[in-house]
Each structure stands twice: as structure tokens, then as C-alpha cells.
Nanobody
Framework: VQLQASGGGLVQAGGSLRLSCAVS????????MGWFRQAPGKEREFVAA????????YYAGSAKGRFTISRDNAKNTVYLQMNSLKPEDTAVYYC????????????????????WGQGTLVTVSS
């Protein structure tokens, strides 16, 4: 399985970005997907996750109400729509895939993911 994240860039505070993660190599709908981020000098943290069907989603508190995760299984792509961006959202954003079939909340744990993309940088200026 290969993951290719894209869509990062420089945006002003209050602006929006949509990240994409294209997945190849296996049946996409068999994989739950997650977005994580890592800011300079900080540990990688969970942002959002979505089940293989797309029916269930889960968000970190910092993302709830501002970010939306979605997927298009016909296009083998998962998205992260980010609105009302803040300078503290500045980070490298990574997408990840897992066949783990547990509770949606468990998808907040980075260790359950089998495959990771290369990351895309999001910079939010104040």
C-alpha cells in the first residue's frame, strides 16, 4: 500500500486548506484512514480518522468543529478539509492506513496504522 499526501501550503489564519491522500495497492475500502500531524519540536499527534465505509469519523478535540475528514472510495482518496486555520495548526500532516477493525476511537492511536504517507507541510501565518 502506498500513500501520497498533497494539498499543503501557506495560508493566513482564518483560511482554509483541503488535504488529499491518494492510496494505491489494495482495496481501499478495506482500510480505515487517519490524519496525524507533527509540529516542529513536538510529537506526532492524532487529528482525525474515518472508517473504511466512511460512515464513522473521529476527531481530536483541536480539530472538532473546524476540520472534516471524508473519503471517496471510488477514487481511493481520503480528504481533510481544514477551516478556520490557526497558527498552532502549523505542522507536517501525515495520512495513514490500517486494516484494524476495532472501535473508531482506537484509530487515534498511531500504533494501529500499518502504512504512512510522506507528509505535506501546512503553514498558517498570523
Amino acid at each position: 500500500v502506498q500513500l501520497q499526501a498533497s494539498g499543503g501550503g501557506l495560508v493566513q489564519a482564518g483560511g482554509s486548506l483541503r488535504l488529499s491522500c491518494a492510496v494505491s495497492g489494495r482495496t481501499f475500502s478495506n482500510y480505515a484512514m487517519g490524519w496525524f500531524r507533527q509540529a516542529p519540536g513536538k510529537e506526532r499527534e492524532f487529528v482525525a480518522a474515518i472508517s473504511g465505509s466512511g460512515f464513522s469519523t473521529y476527531y481530536a478535540g483541536s480539530a472538532k468543529g473546524r476540520f472534516t475528514i471524508s473519503r471517496d472510495n471510488a477514487k481511493n482518496t481520503v480528504y481533510l478539509q481544514m477551516n478556520s486555520l490557526k497558527p498552532e495548526d502549523t505542522a507536517v500532516y501525515y495520512c495513514a492506513a490500517t486494516r484494524f477493525g476495532g472501535s473508531i476511537a482506537t484509530l487515534s492511536v498511531s500504533g494501529v496504522y500499518d502504512y504512512w504517507g510522506q507528509g505535506t507541510l501546512v503553514t498558517v501565518s498570523s
